[in-house]
Every structure is written in C-alpha cells, then in structure tokens.
Nanobody, 120 residues
Framework: VDVVESGGGLVQPGDSLKLSCVAS????????MNWYRQVSGKEREFVASINGFGGTSYADSVKGRFTISRDNTKHAGFLQMNALNPHDTAVYYC???????????????WGQGTQVTVSS
C-alpha cells in the first residue's frame, strides 16, 4: 500500500488549507486514517484521527479549527485546516492503518509528508 499526501503550501495567518491523502494498492479496508505533524528537530505529534465508523479525535491544539474526513470509495482522507497560525507550520503526514478483514493481512503505512507553512 502506498500513501500520498497533497495540498500543503504557504499561507498567511488566518487562512485555510485542505490536505488530502490517498491510499493505493491492496487497500481492502481502511480502519483508521490519521494525521500527524512534525517540526524539524521535534517529535512527530498527533493531529487528528478518523476510524471506519466516522468517529474522530483531535489534538487539543487543533480542536475547533481542523476537521478530518474520509471518502471510503476513493480510499482518501482529508484534513480541513481553518484559522491557521504560525504554530501550525510543520510537515504533515498521513498514516493509514488497514487490512483485509478475516485475514492476517494488515498494514500501517505513512506518506512522505506535505509541508504547511503559515507566515505573514
């Protein structure tokens, strides 16, 4: 399974940005799609997660500003980011966890990351 993120870029404080994540290959069933971010020199941190039932969770720092969603028909996930501020600047990574139900086939794959820079 391969995971590719897109949608990053340079925006000004207060702007919005929508990241996309698409999984390809023997995907079968995606259990969880997760977004993490990492600033150079710091540990990767959790941003948001969505499970197969549409249940979501968010880091406190993004609650009320970011919205995670998914399109199961396209093996895609999205992260809508509103009211961006400079502290949101980071490389954003998509993590996809899935497998084939009733089998031993499972995967836990990361994308290459997409840079988000918030600066005036």
């Amino acid at each position: 399974v391969d995971v590719v993120e897109s949608g990053g870029g340079l925006v000004q404080p207060g702007d919005s940005l929508k990241l996309s994540c698409v999984a390809s290959g023997p995907v079968f069933s995606i259990y969880n799609m997760n977004w993490y971010r990492q600033v150079s020199g710091k540990e990767r941190e959790f941003v948001a997660s969505i499970n197969g039932f549409g249940g979501t969770s968010y880091a406190d720092s993004v609650k009320g500003r970011f919205t995670i969603s998914r399109d199961n028909t396209k093996h895609a996930g999205f992260l809508q980011m509103n009211a961006l501020n400079p502290h949101d600047t980071a490389v954003y990574y998509c993590n996809v966890v899935g497998g084939k139900p009733d089998s031993l086939y499972e995967y836990d794959v990361w994308g290459q990351g997409t840079q988000v820079t918030v600066s005036s």
